[in-house]
T-cell receptor, first 116, second 111 residues
């Protein structure tokens, strides 16, 4: 199956700093990428949907100025958590889909963010 | 309001038995529904997809049904094994191209 990677897998940062998380589709072109957030023992919450070359569509309640999403190419999307605070600590997961891989959504391994 | 609910937070069954997980949704018109497996600290792994015009899908020991009248999907694991222990998530893709996940069911298969 198609492979999606995320980097870093784990990051600790100080409050007030910004953190960038990368999501890459390694062997297919991702026309759409999704960013999710997951709290312990809870399900995935969709944050935003991004299509290559256009602005991301954010879900209600998600601050677009706080969670900057860039989908500059068909294989890379980035999520930047700006001015991170402890309440932003979470597991962030991206997924990707593309026409060459049907309608399946392939997930990255996730990034654990801890804000001190 | 829109909801995707999975039958129980946790399900324990004996090895060899069939595990049945339920996914109910309200106020969605899904183009299709997917089931995923998630292990602790990892991203979800795709298992099966079923479209709105399909009643049933099978893959090895897995079976999924989809009833758009009841707004429900059932996910079955036959001849369950301890290695099947994980959290299972259902997800809907709506006509707006977004995916929404259910609350998840943690399955434990007891040897």
């Amino acid at each position: 199956g198609a492979v999606v990677s995320q980097h870093p897998s784990w990051v600790i940062c100080k409050s007030g700093t910004s953190v960038k998380i990368e999501c890459r589709s390694l062997d297919f072109q991702a026309t759409t990428m999704f960013w999710y957030r997951q709290f312990p023992k809870q399900s995935l919450m969709l944050m935003a949907t991004s299509n290559e070359g256009s602005k991301a569509t954010y879900e209600q309640g998600v601050e677009k100025d706080k969670f900057l999403i860039n989908h500059a190419s068909l294989t890379l999307s980035t999520l930047t958590v700006t001015s991170a605070h402890p309440e932003d600590s979470s597991f962030y997961i991206c997924s990707a889909e593309g026409t060459s891989v049907g309608n399946e959504q392939f997930f990255g391994p996730g990034t654990r963010l801890t804000v001190l | 309001s829109q909801k995707i609910e999975q039958n129980s937070e946790a399900l324990n069954i004996q090895e060899g038995k069939t595990a049945t997980l339920t996914c109910n949704y309200t106020n969605y018109s899904p183009a299709y529904l997917q089931w995923y497996r998630q292990d602790p600290g990892r991203g979800p792994v795709f298992l099966l997809l079923i479209r709105e015009n399909e009643k049933e899908k099978r893959k090895e020991r897995l079976k999924v049904t989809f009833d758009t009248t009841l707004k429900q999907s059932l996910f079955h694991i036959t001849a369950s094994q301890p290695a099947d222990s994980a959290t299972y998530l259902c997800a809907l893709k709506n006509t707006g191209n977004q995916f929404y996940f259910g609350t998840g069911t943690s399955l434990t298969v007891i040897p």
